[in-house]
């Protein structure tokens, strides 16, 4: 086996208009960059953007010197592709054909992860790999009911940090994972607050359709006056889910999602400002909370990470208004998903863990849908 600082892994997280690239040895970081994209470029589907993305990653690739053949894996990151367990997935040709012909839960740009890592991978004559998607789905049954019996609560959230975070609470309380039960906080653009209880994500707000008010999206709003506006003929079905994702919560009300922004106003003066963050942590504490409910009250800590964690000052709030709850606080700032990738190709090449295909998972979702 190659030594494990030995080990090059090249991580591909595509965005909405970004696609990140970064290359590890082993746990430590080469280089990272974002690959911008052109704003004003309209597509009909994300895997339109394949093709295009491609030759701009193998443009960076140049530029940096990488040589293909010395990769001993790539990592894409994994979109909405079908509920699953967690893990690291062996990504193949059939994989990306069901992604290429939409046979996945929804469209995203982070679907072209895969893909990307594949073509990548088979010119670098390594393996190609995806680690806990979007859609990782370790619900228990009760969770998923509503008050409808035609609408069931999904699993969708920001599982590659969140999955990371509940690891690296492991390693620092010194306890193995499947002994503890975390609340995970995913604080980015959208806000994901999961009940890790054993190991198992039991639940979470979904990331485009529930939970707390956060940077671009509106979280949880009253089902019978959202209807309301649903059916006032004043939106379509497009400009409503851009309301919900993207348009959404600060960048509605404030017309920003930078946190450094919004306090900047709030020292300014600015009483809407402050109101609209108050709101903002009273939401985080209340979803925390419920998922303090789903444990049983039996917390040995929460995790608070995603860009906004950067914000000192916001997550000293936070963590004020979570002091009654128990538990240890575990603070880390940023995204950390290129390492979380990385971290999941590693476990593979390390022996640590067995990567599996995930097409049976696939299957099974196309077959409850028809």
């Not at 108050?278 to 039996?298: F, H, P, R, W």
Request: aromatic share 6%; net charge negative; proline share 4%.
């Amino acid at each position: 086996m190659t030594g494990h600082q030995e080990q090059l892994i090249l991580a591909v997280n595509p965005g909405a208009t970004s696609t990140k690239l970064a290359v590890y040895s082993g746990e430590n970081e080469q280089w990272s960059e974002d690959v911008r994209h052109e704003a004003d470029r309209k597509w009909s589907s994300s895997f339109e953007q394949f093709e295009w993305r491609l030759n701009l990653i193998r443009e960076k690739l140049t530029q940096k010197a990488v040589d293909l053949k010395s990769l001993s894996a790539v990592v894409g990151r994994g979109g909405p592709i079908a509920p699953m367990p967690s893990g690291t997935y062996l990504v193949d040709q059939e994989l990306v054909n069901a992604i290429k012909d939409g046979k996945v839960i929804a469209d995203h740009p982070s679907l072209l992860g895969p893909p990307l890592a594949l073509a990548l991978a088979t010119e670098g004559g390594c393996k190609a790999y995806t680690v806990d998607p979007v859609s990782v789905d370790e619900f228990e049954d009760a969770t998923r009911i509503t008050g409808l019996p035609q609408i069931e609560r999904r699993s969708l959230s920001h599982a590659l940090n969140i999955k990371a975070m509940a690891r690296e609470a492991s390693k620092r309380l010194e306890k193995p994972l499947e002994q503890l039960n975390l609340i995970v906080l995913h604080l980015g653009s959208g806000f994901t607050v999961a009940a890790q209880k054993q190991g198992r994500q039991v639940d979470s707000t979904d990331a485009s359709a529930s939970g707390p008010i956060a940077p671009t999206r509106t979280g949880s709003l009253p089902a019978l006056d959202f209807a309301k506006l649903c059916f006032s003929g004043q939106y379509t079905m497009k400009d409503i889910k851009k309301m919900l994702v993207g348009e959404g919560g600060w960048k509605a009300h404030l017309g920003t999602d930078d946190i450094r922004e919004i306090y900047k106003r709030i020292d300014d003066g600015d009483d809407r400002a402050a109101l609209v963050l108050d709101a903002t942590l009273l939401s985080v504490a209340k979803e925390t909370a419920a998922m303090a409910a789903v444990l049983d009250g039996t917390i040995d800590a929460i995790v608070i990470s995603g860009g906004v964690a950067r914000s000192q000052r916001f997550v000293d709030s936070l963590v004020a208004k979570l002091d009654w709850l128990g538990g240890t606080r575990i603070v880390v700032p940023g995204e950390n998903e290129m390492k979380a990738l990385a971290g999941g190709a590693l476990r593979v090449l390390d022996g640590e863990i067995q990567s599996t295909s995930m097409m049976s998972y696939v299957n099974k979702f196309q077959e409850v849908k028809s």
